[in-house]
């Protein structure tokens, strides 16, 4: 924090963004500049498209909403996540992999939470979870990858789109900006949901290791000349995304110092993952969502086990997580969207697992939930399809109210179809 | 530069896999009719066939084995069938790699690997895998007819596309859906009465166990259909040989071969005078791209140096210039999914989409380092996600075999020997003076904004061969170096 004392450091750690005025935000706007000009002078990048940027206002109070999905990658197991705790079906279909009603953790008469989620079940006591059930999509398909695709493309079963949904909303919103630092995966590797047609956002598991890996002086001095060419082939466009991956990791490292959370998160990924985000949703940072995934689900076999560990670190990662956000009065501010490809059959498979299936639920974590606990019907074992549940809820309606009610974007746009909106916001 | 050198290296890119290093000095000698005319003669050899599968696996396959046997297996057997046939598939992948590393068939190789994105399936069955591949090289540079006919009926394409559940009363029309949107005339040139009346004429084409194609008349429907205006009991090849007589398939074939090949902004006029003499030829592929390599404006300016390399090419393409042992080849299968192109598992049916979709942050960063990290036989410290289609659960055995690991999970080294000693004496006869030009000239197919003496800082002028490797790792990491 060159310039600031330690107390105004601390201050600034401490602040409150709900009670932020209007000359705050301008004071922070003005900080923010001269921090960035300050490094552009004493560092070798001089991009006019930059500097362009830089004077051009942030907006980081306009929407304050941010949006962390939570992609439980293979294909989590949605019967034994929220268990049908008086369903004989249930129970009569998975002899050896049913979770009895005395060991789930009860959420209402009828369902229960699979015992590894304590803390999750300790949201929903409080109001700040709600439970989507038999989400999915007409014409399922069954191929981790397909599915996948379609989750993150928001496309129909039948058609094929080569962009994401959160790209697409990145598109919307930064259709001319120098950093697209709006969506970020904490990952090696960019996912298909966050690859727009024009932007992609940027992925990174470690704002300092982005930030070496982007600092290097021939890697720089290549940018700063190859900036100066100015045409539409994909030449250009290469060093269209170079820029953005410095100006975006140097943007990034900062905001992560600016008030990195002192609590203590389990040393997993996902406990890793999940308190760079906290670090960044307390900066001043413009990234409205964090895409993050925790897996395998794909529980063919010893599903007990792999579940229950996967189950485990989630639980033990959520907790310092929203404690966080409560202690800086950002709960209200965050929604935790999970969602998996599929869910699993309702038949337990002779190798202590379940296969491929279709419907299933979702979370929703948050401070600022309209509708809270179990949303609709709990999944009907009577009615299947070749042993499948029937989806009952198209997840892009899920999508559209996120966007349009959360993020304050053109759903229609990104969408391309007006869906209907539900109300847990 | 040399006019021959550049047009020479476009074609070796385009036409194959980047000019190899034993080539170098040939590359300003040469004309480049000559040279197209020895890849297209190399090319023409029938390819030896890949197979790589376990000897062991292929003897349980090809026993008649009865529905009940079959379904008594036991779930760890199943379990151990599935890693053998996934251990087989990346040795598959490795296998192919190599023949486009060191074939000389280069366009049937390159051909192949259009029409493997082309007609994109994903098994996790080895031998269904390895027989729709050899297909493919079979007839790639030959009849596109052939090629169609013999393809649909691999049990890789009937069971990726579910043409054995497509059954008289029941009809599944996902592969007729596919035929006509993706292999054939493409979307908007058909209507969906096309895809329903196609998709009976398709009912009882299926697989024998072993993975043979098997007509089954019983579930076949006999009945009247009709599809694009003829009517009649067509049958699944009466299907295939009416959408060949559809001009629009050949425009639809070439402009996508254009786009891979040439360039991805279309030259729509171009491509009706190739699709009029592609279709006219009788779906020659072989013309089609005699064509094209031969034409004037194959080597126009806009042309070179225009199109983002594939993973595949890219990396490919570094062993050619740049030839190397790679001690634990199943690093580079941890590339191709890091970098989003995986041979044998494309995304979905549609291919790879290709061009600016291979570059984002992370797969260009990478990409960039990746020569530094073969240089210093460094670790890879980006971690692949997971493919759950192939793993099913078990271990991911490109990341767990022959790899050493760090205290990061999935961290992993890049061990290759550069053989430097053929590199380098390609410079044997080059002035000190001349030494980086002519390394630029032969790596990079477009002009790099920087320049000979900013970059003189970042080399290592302690020998004169230290300067060589410096020089090419460092241009190898370039923007310009993923363009060809």
């Known amino acids: 924090m060159r310039g600031f004392s330690p107390l105004q450091s601390a201050l600034w750690a401490h602040r409150n963004t709900s009670y932020v005025n209007a000359k705050n935000n301008i004071m922070l706007i003005n900080r923010r500049k001269f921090l960035t000009l300050g490094s552009l002078a004493t560092g070798t990048l001089m991009l006019p498209k930059f500097l362009k940027a830089f004077e051009a206002p942030v907006q980081v109070f306009g929407g304050n909403k941010v949006l962390v999905v939570l992609q439980l990658s293979g294909g989590n197991d949605g019967l034994n996540t929220v268990i049908p705790v008086r369903n004989d079906i249930y129970y009569r279909e998975r002899p050896s992999l049913s979770i009895s009603k005395e060991k789930a953790l009860s959420l209402s008469d009828d369902a229960g939470l699979h015992p590894s989620l304590t803390n999750l079940k300790a949201l929903y006591d409080e109001g700040n979870l709600a439970i989507l059930n038999n989400v999915g999509y007409p014409n399922p398909d069954r191929s981790h990858f397909r599915s996948m695709d379609i989750w993150q493309t928001a496309s129909n079963s039948d058609e094929v789109l080569n962009t994401g949904w959160l790209g697409r909303y990145l598109d919307s919103q930064c259709m001319d900006c120098s950093r697209p630092t709006q969506v970020l995966e904490m990952d090696d590797m960019l996912s298909l949901a966050l690859s727009g047609e024009h932007m992609k956002g940027i992925a990174l598991r470690d704002p300092k290791r982005l930030y070496d890996t982007s600092q290097d002086p021939f890697f720089k001095e290549m940018l700063n000349a190859g900036m100066n060419q100015q ?39 996902i406990g890793k993952d999940l308190k760079t985000i906290a670090s960044l949703i307390s900066s001043d940072i413009n990234t409205r969502v964090y895409y993050i995934s925790l897996g395998s689900f794909d529980t063919h076999v010893s599903q007990q086990e792999k579940q229950a560990k996967l189950f485990g670190d989630l639980n033990e990662a959520i907790k310092p997580f929203t404690d966080d956000l409560k202690s800086n009065c950002r709960f209200e501010d965050v929604l935790v969207m999970s969602f998996s490809e599929f869910g699993r059959r309702v038949g337990e498979n002779g190798s202590g697992g379940t296969d491929h299936g279709t419907a299933n639920n979702m979370f929703l974590i948050s401070g600022g939930l309209t509708n809270k606990g179990i949303l609709n019907e709990m999944p009907d074992l009577s009615n299947l399809t070749e042993g499948d549940l029937n989806q009952q809820l198209d997840f892009k309606r899920v999508y559209a109210t996120v966007l349009n009610k959360w993020l304050q974007a053109d759903d229609y746009k990104i969408l391309g179809r007006q869906y209907e909106y539900l109300n847990f916001i | 530069m040399n006019k ?85 598939i990346s040795k598959l992948n490795i296998r192919w790699l190599d023949e486009m590393t060191t074939g000389e068939a280069q366009l049937r190789e390159k051909m192949s690997l259009f029409w493997h994105g082309h007609f994109a399936t994903k098994t996790v069955n080895i031998l269904y895998d390895q027989a729709l591949l050899n297909v493919i090289r079979q007839h790639a540079l030959g009849n596109f007819r052939d090629l169609l006919f013999n393809v649909s009926k691999t049990a890789s394409m009937i069971q990726f596309l579910n043409n054995n559940q497509n059954k008289k009363g029941h009809p599944n029309e996902n592969f007729a859906r596919e035929l006509m949107e993706l292999f054939t005339v493409g979307r908007g040139h058909y209507t969906e009465t096309d895809v329903k009346e196609s998709a009976r004429a398709f009912t009882g084409w299926g697989t024998t166990p072993q993975g043979e194609y098997n007509f089954r008349p019983r579930q076949h429907d006999d009945a009247v259909k009709t599809f694009f205006g003829k009517t009649g009991n067509l049958s699944g090849e009466d299907i295939l040989e009416i959408l060949l007589t559809q001009k629009q398939t050949a425009i639809f074939i070439t402009r996508k071969i254009y786009r891979f090949f040439v360039n991805e902004i279309v030259d729509e006029e171009k491509i009706n005078g190739l699709a009029t003499q592609f279709f006219e030829n009788g779906y020659d592929i072989r013309g089609l791209m005699i064509s094209i390599f031969s034409s004037d404006w194959f080597y126009d300016q806009k042309n070179i140096g225009s199109q983002i390399k594939s993973p595949v090419l890219w990396l490919v393409g570094m062993r050619r210039q740049l030839p190397m042992e790679i001690q634990n080849p199943l690093v580079q299968l941890v590339l191709e999914r890091l970098l ?145």
């Not at chain 1, 995304?241 to 140097?250: H, K, L, R």
């Not at chain 2, 029938?46 to 599968?53: E, K, L, T």
Request: hydrophobic letters at 35%; aromatic letters at 8%; a neutral charge.
């Open chain 2, 340 to 484: 989003g192109q995986v041979l044998f598992a494309p995304p979905n049916v549609a291919g790879w989409p290709g061009g600016k979709h291979w570059i984002d942050s992370s797969s260009l960063m990478l990409r960039m380092q990746v020569p530094k990290i073969i240089y210093r036989s460094d670790a890879i410290l980006s971690k692949p996600k997971d493919d759950d289609d192939i793993m099913m659960g078990m271990r991911d055995q490109a990341l767990a075999k022959n790899i050493k690991r760090l205290k990061n999970p999935g961290t992993q080294f890049f061990q290759a020997k550069i053989l430097w000693d053929e590199y380098i004496k390609n410079f044997n006869e080059t002035t000190e003076g001349s030494i980086y030009a002519a390394i630029r000239d032969i790596l990079l197919q477009r002009v790099m904004p920087m320049n000979e003496s900013d970059m003189i800082k970042y080399i290592d002028e302690s020998s004169r061969d230290a300067r060589i490797q410096s020089i090419t790792i460092r241009l190898m990491g370039t923007p310009e170096y993923q363009l060809c």
């Open chain 1, 231 to 269: 045409t539409e082939d994909p030449g250009s466009y290469l060093y269209k995304v170079m820029s953005e991956t410095v100006s975006g990791a140097d943007y990034i490292f900062q905001q992560s110092k600016l008030r990195p959370s002192a609590t203590v998160y389990p040393n997993s990924e």
């Open chain 2, 4 to 88: 021959n050198q550049l047009k020479n290296q476009h074609l070796w890119w385009r036409a194959g896999f980047g000019p190899p290093a034993d080539q170098v000095k040939e590359l300003s000698k040469q004309r480049p009719e000559k040279l197209f005319h020895s890849i297209l003669k190399a090319s023409e050899e029938r390819p030896v066939f890949f197979d790589v599968a376990d000897p062991e696996l292929k003897e349980m396959v090809s026993q008649p084995m009865s529905p009940g046997k079959m379904l008594s297996l036991k779930p760890e057997e199943r379990q151990m069938i599935r890693k053998q046939s996934v251990q087989d």
